[in-house]
């Protein structure tokens, strides 16, 4: 409905060219239906980490590391870490190999394993830059979850929150995907509603969730 590929398209189209690997993994993705942020996304995504100076990133959801290659590239000349998870054991080793063909693996921790019980033991405050883009079903647990890791100032953002603008009340969809439009609907009130956070809705990609943690 409100979801326009042509538009990402063409935004896509106003970017430089993208070096050999990035190129190399958006065919992959593509073969594979691997599903990766839109190039925009990824430019935003390197864009807001390049210019909040962000240092400390987590990342939910690696699959095989386009996302996380487009996080240290804002972190680019600087210091910076980025911690990244999946519960894909194959997506996340081919990961590796390309953080390593990249020469950016020294910043980057892999962790594989389910994030749901994985984040319970990160430390509170400990990122100043999150992103998460796992599994869409478990938004909420992830929001619970991450939020506290998240220190003052820190940004967030959420991918996939406008599910092909399916969200919005009165869009056609297909039965199977009520579960999770509602389930992202009741995420984005919470998002939008918690009083730590200032949230802006960014329709990019499939939609963006753009969250600062307000100072106490
Ligand atoms: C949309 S893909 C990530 C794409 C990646 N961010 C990118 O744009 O290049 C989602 C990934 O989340 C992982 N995932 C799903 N549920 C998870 C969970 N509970 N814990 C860890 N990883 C999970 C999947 O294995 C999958 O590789």
């Given at each position: 409905m409100f979801y326009a590929f042509e538009l990402?398209?063409?935004?896509?189209?106003?970017?430089p060219m993208r070096d050999e690997l990035f190129l190399e993994m958006e065919d992959q993705a593509l073969k594979?239906?691997?599903?990766?942020?839109?190039?925009?996304?990824?430019?935003?995504?390197?864009?807001?980490?390049k210019v909040s100076g962000a240092s400390q990133i987590l990342e939910v959801g690696t699959a095989i590391g386009y996302s996380t290659l487009w996080l240290a590239k804002g972190l680019e000349g600087?210091?910076?870490?980025?911690?990244?998870?999946?519960?894909?054991?194959?997506?996340?080793?081919?990961a590796m190999e390309y953080f390593r063909r990249g020469g950016v693996a020294e910043k980057i921790q892999v962790v594989m394993g389910d994030a749901r019980k994985i984040l319970k033991d990160f430390p509170k405050g400990e990122f100043n830059f999150i992103f998460?883009?796992?599994?869409?079903?478990?938004?909420?647990?992830?929001?619970?979850?991450?939020t506290p890791l998240l220190g003052n100032g820190g940004i967030m953002v959420v991918d996939n929150v406008l599910f092909r603008g399916w969200v919005v009340p009165g869009s056609e969809y297909a039965p199977k995907y009520e579960r999770m439009v509602s389930h992202l609907r009741e995420f984005l009130k919470l998002l939008t509603q918690n009083p730590e956070l200032q949230t802006s809705i960014l329709p990019l990609g499939d939609g963006l969730a753009v969250s600062v943690r307000k100072s106490p």
């Open positions: 990402e398209q063409f935004l896509g189209d106003l970017l594979e239906t691997i599903p990766v942020v839109t190039p925009p996304v990824g430019n935003f995504l390197s864009w807001l980490v600087r210091e910076g870490k980025i911690v990244t998870l999946d519960m894909n054991m194959d997506r996340a080793t081919r998460v883009d796992a599994a869409k079903g478990e938004y909420l647990d992830y929001l619970e979850l991450v």
